[in-house]
């Protein structure tokens, strides 16, 4: 009954396209629930945004059939 998160690489090509072009897709959209983290050490700057989306409309229910983000 425990959440998972799953990698998608270049081996699910259809999967990775879809994903890709949903998020390019959302950018900038208020709507989206989306945390930004900035950290400075070692001298450098890394910058991190996490979205997350509706798996609805992108993830095949019939391949992933509890996947709703």
């Known amino acids: 009954k425990g959440d998972y998160l799953l990698m998608v690489k270049g ?6 396209e ?3 072009i949903a998020f390019i897709d ?9 945390s930004a983290l900035v950290e400075r050490g070692y001298g450098r700057t890394v910058g991190q945004i996490a ?6 409309g ?3 229910p019939g391949d992933w059939p509890k996947c709703v983000t």
Do not use: T
Not at 11 to 16: M, R
Not at 51 to 56: E, G, H, I, M, R
């Open 26 to 34: 959302q950018h900038g959209v208020e709507s989206v629930d989306r």
């Open 11 to 16: 081996n699910q090509p259809k999967l990775l």
């Open 51 to 56: 979205s997350v989306l509706s798996a609805k």
């Open 18 to 20: 879809a994903i890709e």
């Open 58 to 60: 992108i993830v095949d």
